[in-house]
């Protein structure tokens, strides 16, 4: 069975820094494209990075280019997410998932989710 267990979210003031973590159990994960989405209070879930399956190939979405990197190291099976230069409305939940292989920026091409860990930017 498949477990994706986030870590590293919490209270940060704007201008800082943070960095998830996603640890993998349960399949071949070095044969996958890994996702960051965040879903904030009362909006949609939203991409925010992916990383194919060597790390040779990275993904962002606008609003996290320059600030975010997405990055994984397969031997520890787990996904990471940098995050820098934090403003408040990156205030959200963030998810790590498993890409079913036909794309990445959307949730409905994410076959596995972790429980999500909550990051808080404060003004």
């Known amino acids: 069975q498949v477990q994706l267990v986030e870590s590293g979210g919490g209270l940060v003031q704007a201008g800082g820094s943070l960095r998830l973590s996603c640890a993998a159990s349960?399949?071949?994960?070095?044969?996958?494209?890994m996702g960051w989405f965040r879903q904030a209070p009362g909006k949609e879930r939203e991409f925010v990075a992916a990383?194919?399956?060597?790390?040779?190939?990275?993904y962002y979405a606008d609003f996290v280019k320059g600030r975010f990197t997405i990055s994984r190291d397969n031997a520890k099976n787990t996904v990471y997410l940098q995050m820098n230069s934090l403003k408040p409305e990156d205030t959200a939940v963030y998810y790590c998932?498993?890409?079913?292989?036909?794309?990445?920026?959307?949730?409905?091409?994410?076959?596995?989710w972790g429980q999500g860990t909550q990051v808080t930017v404060s003004s």
């Open positions: 998932a498993v890409e079913r292989g036909t794309g990445w920026a959307k949730p409905y091409e994410y076959d596995y």
């Open positions: 349960g399949h071949t994960f070095s044969s996958y494209t």
């Open positions: 990383i194919a399956s060597s790390g040779a190939t990275t």
